[in-house]
């Protein structure tokens, strides 16, 4: 081993330790939780699946655990597909002088706390709200022709307290986290290559969709793990908008270790979730590598 090789592993090994005792750590001592039980305030110790089975078994936790992916693929699908337009249009129709006065407007948000714009999202979609107060107009009208219809409604009303409501919320939260990866990926984009696609014959759409999109895609694939993987186990936005309907796996995880006092099974609910949101991460990796020839 060189001289260079020794200082740049001494230089590296003290953050290396820390990394490992704030992050290997903690997740070794839940990982090892899940083999225990627990009665009350005794923990036993002696290793075990049932909580395993119990988790992939009881209904409860399996119909949050598929909410959980379903809220999170919603708010990541809905995320990407409107960050992809404002990271195009500053990419390739902003003046290069006045995309830093863009990507900071797009930052604004992170400069509010998340509990302020959360609430703000409830006086929005409360019941006397901005959206009730803009759909009461109409409401009348909506009510009959839904009764012309055969139907039964009353008519359109604000997703407070709903699993809308918390893709909605999560989908404004963390819409900079994908327009910024999307527009570094659009940004090295080889112009010259998108004139030659025109120079061929082919028309905008198909420079898009041949092109640039294919190019983009590792921007594409950072935006969706980087929405996906937080989303999966926020715990405010579900507490304070989503209701009974709308709680997802990381209020079951907190009950279990605060409400029923069960640490080994939030703990068997943690691993069960980072190992299916590790799955569904690899698989959309690969997914987007075969989609874009391997690159």
Do not use: C
């Amino acid at each position: 081993m060189d001289q260079e090789t020794k200082r740049g592993l001494t230089l590296i090994a003290p953050p290396l330790l820390y990394a490992l005792a704030l992050l290997a750590g903690p997740l070794l001592a839940i990982f090892l939780f899940s083999f225990w039980t627990q009665d009350y305030l005794t923990i036993d110790r002696t290793p075990t699946l049932a909580n395993y089975a119990e988790a992939l078994t009881d209904p409860i936790y399996r119909t949050i655990m598929l909410r959980s992916l379903w809220i999170s693929g919603a708010v990541t699908i809905a995320t990407v597909v409107l960050a992809f337009p404002v990271a195009y249009y500053v990419s390739f129709r902003v003046a290069p002088s006045r995309k830093s006065l863009w990507l900071f407007l797009i930052t604004i948000p992170f400069w509010t706390s998340y509990l302020l714009r959360i609430f703000l999202w409830k006086v929005i979609l409360g019941y006397n709200g901005v959206i009730n107060s803009l759909l009461e107009p109409i409401n009348p009208w909506i009510v009959a022709m839904g009764q012309r219809l055969g139907l039964e409604w009353d008519g359109l009303a604000a997703p407070l307290y709903s699993p809308e409501a918390v893709i909605i919320t999560l989908s404004h939260a963390f819409a900079p986290f994908a327009i910024l990866p999307i527009f570094v990926a659009l940004e090295k984009i080889d112009r010259n290559l998108l004139e030659a696609a025109r120079d061929l014959g082919e028309n905008a759409v198909t420079t898009f969709f041949r092109v640039t999109l294919p190019l983009a895609m590792p921007g594409v694939v950072a935006a969706l793990l980087i929405v996906f993987i937080p989303t999966v186990g926020d715990y405010v936005t579900p507490a304070l908008v989503g209701g009974p309907n709308g709680l997802m796996i990381a209020n079951m995880i907190q009950t279990q270790f605060l409400g029923l006092n069960n640490a080994p099974m939030g703990a068997t609910l943690a691993v069960v979730a980072m190992v299916l949101v590790t799955i569904i991460a690899l698989a959309t990796v690969a997914l987007a590598r075969r989609l874009s020839g391997g690159r």
